[in-house]
């Protein structure tokens, strides 16, 4: 028997489980790590977030201030992430849908200095349109 073909499928399985939460069903221990992130501040309210792995690992959100990614890497810290724009500061957002299996569809953020980061979604195809579109029109409300 092989063990590898059924820990992917587990693994696969696990990560299609994930759902769209909007803001206010963000559990508190999530909430608590986000902010010791510097990604929320107090006066700042979460719309929609998605884990890709764990929500004490991996979240991908777009608040009423700003788009944002953290990844952790339980093994090795060099390989954090946690990237960040508020809204004033993004000129571009493109969205990707069309990806290989194994990865989530995402949103590649472009800042004003040219840096770039991604935001993961998955669920549906209308779920993640959903999201994506929601955070596109904030991003675009705040550029009048």
Request: charged letters at 25%.
């Amino acid at each position: 028997m092989r063990i590898f073909p059924i820990l992917y499928i587990i693994f696969v399985f696990l990560l299609s489980c994930q759902s769209i939460q909007t803001g206010k069903n963000v559990n508190n221990s999530t909430i608590k790590l986000i902010k010791s992130l510097g990604l929320l501040a107090e006066d700042e309210q979460i719309i929609k977030y998605y884990s890709n792995y764990t929500e004490r690992r991996a979240g991908n959100f777009f608040t009423n201030r700003r788009i944002a990614h953290y990844w952790l890497d339980e093994h090795d810290q060099s390989k954090n992430d946690t990237s960040f724009a508020y809204y004033e500061s993004i000129v571009a957002i493109d969205t990707i849908y069309a990806v290989p299996d194994t990865f989530s569809p995402y949103m590649r953020i472009t800042r004003s200095d040219s840096t770039t980061f991604k935001v993961f979604v998955g669920g549906s195809l209308e779920q993640i349109k959903v999201f994506f579109e929601d955070a596109i029109r904030i991003w675009r409300n705040h550029k009048r």
